[in-house]
């Protein structure tokens, strides 16, 4: 079955233990990103790859870092996690770098830091 | 930067009524995506419109794309509540398709 899988589905931590969530997908995708949701803010993007080895900032990079070592890994680090961070986190991935193609997201990642 | 602004950020209806939602750009669109969340889920890919002034319909759900590729509207005729749901719109810029730009959404919920 096609999909996107993140690790975990909730997760509650600490202000500045450092964390990752993981997301893979198993499409052959190009192209991956992460995006942050809170409410009345809708979906903001926090990094994209378009391929293995590249990454670049979304909207909201600041306090993450991602990697893409492999193509179907794209995993999301917050290095120093602190409560703004709070959210709910999508992975998403499509075929091409081209965004004209439909995303398939992540189950999402709720995340609380307290 | 460029904004995608989707109206309204919520939205009340009946069950059987009609409902829209709509998504303007500050500039020039290649192609606008639009998906749907349902509570506690996560955004499915519904439809892609690319031309100018296109119509598509997908049972109940017709999409628009405006004539100058800067707004776009979903239409859903006779709500069921099984459209309850978050819809988004996503847009990528002429000549920069490398990022997409998602609405704040419009929430819909079905008055039964």
């Known amino acids: 079955e096609a999909q996107v899988t993140q690790n975990p589905r909730y997760l509650i931590t600490v202000t500045g233990k450092k964390l990752t969530v993981t997301c893979s997908q198993n499409?052959?995708?190009?192209?991956m990103s992460w995006y942050r949701q809170d409410p009345g803010l809708g979906l903001r993007q926090i990094y994209y790859?378009?391929?293995?080895?590249?990454?670049d900032k979304g909207d909201v990079p600041e306090g993450y870092k991602v990697s893409r070592k492999e193509k179907r890994n794209f995993p999301l680090i917050l290095e120093s996690p602190s409560p703004n961070q709070t959210s709910l986190y999508f992975c998403a991935s499509s075929l091409l770098a081209s965004m004209n193609t439909e995303a398939f997201f992540g189950q999402g990642t709720r995340l609380t830091v307290v | 930067g460029q904004q995608v602004m989707q109206i309204p950020q919520y939205q009340h209806v009946q069950e059987g009524e009609d409902f829209t939602t709509y998504c303007n750009s500050s500039t020039t669109l290649s192609n606008i995506q639009w998906y749907k969340q349902r509570p506690g889920g996560h955004p499915v890919f519904l439809i892609q419109l690319v031309k100018s002034g296109e119509v598509k319909k997908q049972k109940r759900l017709t999409f628009q794309f405006g004539e100058a590729k800067k707004n776009s509207s979903l239409h859903i005729t006779a709500t069921q509540t099984t459209d309850v749901g978050t819809y988004f719109c996503a847009g990528t810029r002429m000549n920069r398709d490398d990022k997409i730009i998602f609405g704040k959404g419009t929430r819909l919920h079905i008055l039964p």
């Open positions: 499409m052959n995708h190009e192209y």
């Open positions: 790859s378009m391929n293995v080895e590249v990454t």
